[in-house]
């Protein structure tokens, strides 16, 4: 239809092309976020931030740090050196428990396949947990329940946080 100088304004089948449009586009992002996708995504998110935070932390407060792995959950614990010069728990510090979402499980798995706890020394790295030094990162796997997604954090002896998603996660 042809306008006139006077004439302002869509016409009709210009709304309903515009609607149309983002209609099919809204169609095909919105079911791509699933609450549990989003759900998974934020859980790696804050455990990624977390480990980062503590690591920092270690090296400006010179003292160790440990996060004990769980299940569903992890718990973050300020360390001391004690009388005979080993790293223990400081009494007089409140240890932190984080509990994951109901549907997001937590594995975690040291080079050699026993269960991991991350210590982070005074300089920032990773504290190793047996006498052989390794140079494998730690992996931290999180997978949604009733779901084949799974995302990894992966903590290097150097301290050093890298976040992998399910397309890159071995």
């Known amino acids: 239809m042809r306008r006139t ?4 304004g869509l016409s009709l089948v210009e ?3 515009t609607t149309a449009v983002v209609g099919v586009v809204l169609g095909v ?5 699933s609450p549990g996708s989003i759900g998974l995504t934020t859980a790696k998110q804050n455990l990624a931030n977390d480990l980062r935070r503590i690591r920092m932390d270690a090296t400006i407060r010179g003292v160790h740090f440990r996060v004990t792995m769980g299940p569903s959950s992890y718990r973050i614990e300020r360390l001391r050196q004690g ?14 428990q984080v509990d994951l979402p109901s549907d997001i499980a937590l594995a975690a798995a040291n080079p050699d396949g026993a269960v991991a706890n991350i210590e ?3 300089r920032g790295m990773v504290a190793p947990s047996t006498s052989a030094e390794s140079t494998a990162p730690v992996i931290l796997t999180l997978s949604q329940r009733h779901s084949a997604r799974k ?3 992966e903590v290097w002896p150097s301290g050093q946080i ?7 996660a071995s």
């Open 5 to 8: 100088g006077d004439e302002k």
């Open 120 to 122: 982070f020394n005074t």
């Open 15 to 17: 709304v309903i092309v």
């Open 83 to 96: 009388s005979s010069g080993a790293w223990e728990v400081d009494p007089t510090v409140t240890s932190r």
């Open 29 to 33: 992002s919105v079911p791509n976020l």
């Open 151 to 153: 995302d990894n954090v």
């Open 162 to 168: 890298r976040l992998l998603s399910s397309s890159q």
